[in-house]
């Protein structure tokens, strides 16, 4: 696959059907924003602290032992390396911009992390794929739910 190959993929992918890795419990109703957005400011502010980059990493991570994944971040790569990916999580969130996006193939799914997010969507998921993502996100304390559309 080439990078624009990936792009191609990922943009078809993104307007499918998606679920949420969410360090929240549960989605947060819109008359509460105000609250959240102050709350999420800090913890995006304070990600090693509370260890909330360790816990996406480790996400990313576990998903990788399981599946074959691809990424366009610095450049296109297959199957990059736990070190580069750590990296771009860390990059994400000290330089409060980018997106890190993963397309897992064999799966036809895309995993998109946003630096301002506390939150990992996940594209198209399959129900096998589903039921490893809440596994996933659920031993690292996160919630697994359909995203709003």
């Known amino acids: 696959m080439s990078a624009a190959d990936f792009s191609a993929s990922a943009h078809v992918l993104l307007a499918e059907r998606a679920y949420v890795a969410d360090f929240l419990p549960r ?73 890190l996006s993963l397309l897992l193939p064999e799966d036809r799914a895309l995993l998109v992390l946003e630096w301002d997010c506390l939150s990992i969507y996940v594209y198209n998921p399959g129900a096998k794929l589903r039921r490893l993502m809440k596994k996933i996100a659920r031993s690292e304390g996160f919630s697994w739910r359909k995203a709003k559309k």
């Not at 399981?66 to 750590?86: H, L, Q």
């Open 27 to 99: 989605r947060v109703k819109s008359a509460s924003w105000g609250r959240l957005h102050r709350a999420e400011a800090h913890w995006l502010n304070a990600y090693d602290e509370l260890g909330l980059r360790a816990r996406m990493t480790n996400i990313l991570l576990k998903l990788m032992c399981y599946r074959r994944v691809e990424t366009d971040w610095g450049g296109y790569k297959e199957n990059p390396s736990p070190a580069e990916i750590s990296a771009a999580v860390r990059e994400l969130m000290e330089n409060h911009s980018g997106t």
